[in-house]
């Protein structure tokens, strides 16, 4: 079975997955959105009307508002692969955004999380 591409997958099905992990380590989709705003630059109510379109995760990455400058600070491993080494910059963007959830669910601190 040929493995499918994250980024013509729809938003709508794969933000969902993100706020379930984040909920079952006890965190909240508020703490989700504030994660994922702060690394895309999409407010939390810019969020919602995402979940019921068509958009792809991919657009929903090339289309930000504004991806956060100090998102290079992100370092770390999701799914074995560093993050700062992946060369595809959509798909290391893609990352970002799994790594913060990750830190999310692990209980970091959202002071940590956001890098400030």
Known sequence: ???????????????PLLVSKAEKKGRTREEVDQVTSWLTGYTPEALAPLEQSDTTYGDFFRNAPAMN???????????????????????????????????????????QILRT
């Open 1 to 15: 079975m040929p493995r499918a591409d994250v980024t013509q997958m729809l938003f709508a099905k794969l933000y």
């Open 69 to 111: 400058p100090n998102r290079s600070l992100i370092t770390g491993k999701v799914c074995g692969v560093r993050v700062v080494e992946i060369q595809e910059p959509l798909m290391r963007e893609i990352r970002y955004l799994d790594k913060l959830v990750d830190e999310l669910a692990k209980g970091k601190s959202m002071e």
